[in-house]
């Protein structure tokens, strides 16, 4: 709020609620800056996007669609692997009984289908035997009542990289060889939620550009990019990644909606290392929005008034005006 504040605009605070719809008929803003991850159900995040879009009002960011699909990781695979862009080989357990694909190879990591912050994803979830895997699928859907994603477990380095505008933003690395302590290596919910804590052996290391070889660095930037638009991103994204010992980028995940903390969240790590302040950061969203905008009004206007036919010779233009 203060970033937009800063910039001159006039702000306020609307809640996602059940009262959303009626804020917006009897107020009229320029632009949403939208950071609502949703009311409820399995498609929170494209709920007020939906809204918006069904009352005309502008706003940043990704569509509906695209925030609906990003947050069924199912679905954002099959969309991922039909662009021909790497992503972890998976299977979807909707029930118990489900048969293991006997193609996926051990270890498996088994996280719910739809949730962020790493919500169900903790040490246990990587799982060596099937025995192991029936015990998560079942903490999984005993605990967050959706179909449980099981992938082949990617192990490498752990990257996070940005998309904003058209421009890739200098690559995050997450190291976890700090945290022996908890001996988790990979981004648990505990790791996000007690990150910095020495005691419980929570202390990734972040290193922002990543260290990696420039060839990499392009291949890895070219993904985020192709997984962006692959979604249908607009604005900026943020796309998770494990790097392979043979170098393959493989994607594990979109986020149309990417945390914008200055304190604590990963996309203003990448943006800060390209030079960007947090105050600019917001600008740039709220200009790439407009910009949108602004085409997409010009882009109306072409085509709901199409430039006059020439007129046969002998017919008076007013007749034009009928009906
Ligand atoms: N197939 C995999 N191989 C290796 N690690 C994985 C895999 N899937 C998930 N992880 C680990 O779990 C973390 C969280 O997974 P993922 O990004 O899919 O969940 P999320 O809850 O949607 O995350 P976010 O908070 O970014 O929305 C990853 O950052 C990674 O550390
Ligand atoms: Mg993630």
Redesign the pocket.
């Known amino acids: 709020m203060d970033a937009l504040r800063a910039a001159g605009h006039t702000v306020h605070l609307v809640e996602a609620t059940d009262e959303l719809p009626h804020w917006f008929l009897t107020h009229r803003v320029d632009l949403v800056f939208n950071i609502a991850e949703g009311l409820h159900g399995e498609h929170r995040e494209s709920q007020v996007p939906a809204i918006l879009e069904s009352l005309g009002v502008p706003f940043t960011g990704s569509g509906s669609i695209t925030l609906a699909l990003a947050l069924d990781?199912a679905k954002a695979k099959q969309i991922l692997s039909s662009e021909g862009i790497p992503t972890?080989r998976w299977q979807l357990f909707p029930n118990a009984r489900t048969p293991l694909n006997p193609q996926l190879e051990f270890p498996l990591?088994v996280?719910p289908n739809r949730?962020?912050?790493?919500?169900g994803?903790w040490r246990e979830s990587v799982v060596g035997d099937e025995a192991a895997l029936r015990r998560q699928v079942a903490a999984v859907h005993a605990r967050y009542h959706q179909e449980a994603l099981v992938?082949?477990?990617?192990d490498g380095v752990?990257l996070t990289a940005g998309v904003i505008g058209e421009e890739a933003l200098p690559i995050l690395e997450i190291d976890f060889a700090p945290c022996q302590a908890s001996a988790e290596f990979?981004?648990s919910w505990r790791m996000?939620e007690f990150q910095g804590n020495a005691a419980m052996g929570l202390v990734p290391t972040l290193h922002c550009p990543a260290r990696l070889p420039a060839s990499t660095v392009a291949a890895v930037r070219g993904i985020a990019r192709r997984a962006h638009r692959a979604l249908g991103c607009v604005d900026l994204s943020r796309t998770?990644i494990?790097l392979r010992a043979d170098g393959t980028p493989f994607v594990?995940?979109v986020?149309p909606l990417p945390g914008l903390s200055p304190w604590d969240s990963n996309f203003p790590v990448m943006t800060a290392a390209a030079g960007i302040s947090h105050e600019a950061l917001i600008q740039r969203i709220v200009a790439l929005a407009m910009g949108r905008y602004a085409q997409y009004a010009r882009r109306v206007v072409r085509a709901t008034v199409p430039p006059p036919e020439p007129l046969p010779a002998g017919v008076l233009a007013a007749s034009q005006a009928a009906p």
């Open positions: 990781k972890p990591i996280k949730e962020g912050s790493s919500k994803i992938e082949e477990f990617i752990e990979f981004y996000k998770d494990r594990l995940e986020n």
